[in-house]
């Protein structure tokens, strides 16, 4: 019991002490821009990219009248042009219209699966004889910290090699303009 509550103390200081390094980049001119950082003092934009709503019925829904639909969020080509490396963290500063509310509820980072030439996240998939799953597929957990006037500081854990997505809600307004928009980068 002893060594598990050490484990756990030190476990909590090095998540407090990585939310809590000195950071100085400068937050984003813009609502919703992501810089990736490569270090402490600096940081790259990442590329957006507009993104594609496929619904797609299984073949055995035509056949049989038996089966699923999913729908997926899908974009052209197999990688991003932004860049991160893997290893133990990747830190993001994400500028918002404000950091007043939880990021958890309105910033969503997930992995995209590679199929064919495109990349696609599941967005949702109901069947005749299942009950529907929707926005809870596979998104990656992350800490954040408020950072700034407006924006937010972002800690990924651990992130695997692939293809990575990031959509900005808007908590005060609906903006049915960036609807489509998704903030990328690969992990190498």
Do not use: W
Not at 50 to 71: F, P, Q, R
Not at 76 to 97: D, E, F, P
């Amino acid at each position: 019991m002893k060594k598990l509550f050490l484990s756990l103390i030190v476990a909590s200081t090095s998540v407090t002490g990585l939310m809590a390094q000195s950071i100085t980049v400068t937050e984003p001119e813009f609502a919703e821009e992501t810089l990736l950082l490569t270090s402490d003092s600096q940081g790259v934009k990442l590329s957006r990219e507009n993104g594609t709503i496929k619904t797609k019925a299984g073949a055995s829904l035509y056949l049989t009248g038996i089966g699923k639909v999913k729908s997926r969020l899908t974009l052209k080509g197999i990688k991003s042009t932004s860049k991160a490396v893997g290893g133990s963290t990747t830190r993001l500063i994400i500028k918002a219209a404000d950091n007043k509310t939880d990021p958890n509820s309105f910033i969503s980072v997930f992995k995209f699966e590679v199929k064919g030439k495109e990349r696609r996240y599941q967005l949702a998939e109901t069947g005749t004889l299942s009950k529907t799953e929707s926005n809870n597929l596979s998104s990656v957990e992350y800490k954040a910290k408020k950072y700034g006037e407006s924006s937010y500081y972002i800690v990924l854990e651990d992130l695997t090699a692939g293809e990575y997505g990031i959509v900005i809600g808007d908590p005060n307004h609906e903006n049915t303009k960036n609807g489509m928009k998704v903030t990328t980068f690969t992990v190498e």
